[in-house]
T-cell receptor, first 114, second 114 residues
Framework: GDSVTQMEGPVTLSEEAFLTINCTYT??????LFWYVQYPGEGLQLLLK?????DKGSNKGFEATYRKETTSFHLEKGSVQVSDSAVYFC?????????????FGQGTTLQVKP | ETGVTQTPRHLVMGMTNKKSLKCEQH?????MYWYKQSAKKPLELMFV???????ENNSVPSRFSPECPNSSHLFLHLHTLQPEDSALYLC?????????????FGPGTRLTVL
């Protein structure tokens, strides 16, 4: 079945460090790929998305490229800030008739220290 | 109010109580969802509604009963819950259930079952 695997956390970085959070997926069909972020005490917010192979999603300095050949959608940021501390979820959606649903990875906690 | 709102934000209940969670979306979307978020587990999709009709029920115990009176409101009625049902319950909405559109999440209801 369809699934998403993320690197286990927590990931602890110093401010201005480079961030990579790995995400790989298994899917039948042609999924759309998403990164969601959850700040403490809040719901999930869409961070970026890509709907076809080689698309790059970007937002707030974060980027991820849809790699069909490696079935990956790794999240990167060149210089993290303390305010980026949150839980990051990779997700995929494969349209199935009228029930296209999001399948989430387990989440990766990012802690950024000043 | 904008986006997706959920009430209450926190709820403590005994195993014999009956309570309801409420979700409201102000985005004009046609699809609404209930998710369960437990510690150290991926988000679990519970129910999907499209145009007020339930289109998915992921083997959720009958002690959870959803209701969608219109496309803007979604309820989750709870009765005779178990301590393992303690979790963050997230509501989301999207334009439709095709899987191509992002889901917008509410802040969640933190439920504790004693």
């Amino acid at each position: 079945g369809d699934s998403v695997t993320q690197m286990e956390g927590p990931v602890t970085l110093s401010e201005e460090a480079f961030l990579t959070i790995n995400c790989t997926y298994t899917a039948t069909g042609y999924p759309s790929l998403f990164w969601y972020v959850q700040y403490p005490g809040e719901g999930l917010q869409l961070l970026l998305k890509a709907t076809k192979a080689d698309d790059k999603g970007s937002n707030k300095g974060f980027e991820a490229t849809y790699r069909k050949e490696t079935t990956s959608f790794h999240l990167e940021k060149g210089s993290v800030q303390v305010s980026d501390s949150a839980v990051y979820f990779c997700a995929l959606s494969v349209p199935h008739g009228n029930t296209g649903k999001l399948i989430f990875g387990q989440g990766t906690t990012l802690q950024v220290k000043p | 109010e904008t986006g997706v709102t959920q009430t209450p934000r926190h709820l403590v209940m005994g195993m014999t109580n009956k309570k309801s969670l409420k979700c409201e979306q102000h985005l004009g979307h046609n699809a609404m969802y209930w998710y369960k978020q437990s510690a150290k587990k991926p988000l679990e999709l519970m129910f999907v509604y499209s145009l007020e009709e339930r289109v998915e029920n992921n083997s959720v115990p009958s002690r959870f009963s959803p209701e969608c009176p219109n496309s803007s409101h979604l309820f989750l009625h709870l009765h005779t819950l178990q301590p393992e049902d303690s979790a963050l319950y997230l509501c989301a909405s999207s334009q439709d259930t095709s899987g191509y559109n992002e889901q917008f999440f509410g802040p969640g209801t933190r439920l504790t079952v004693l």
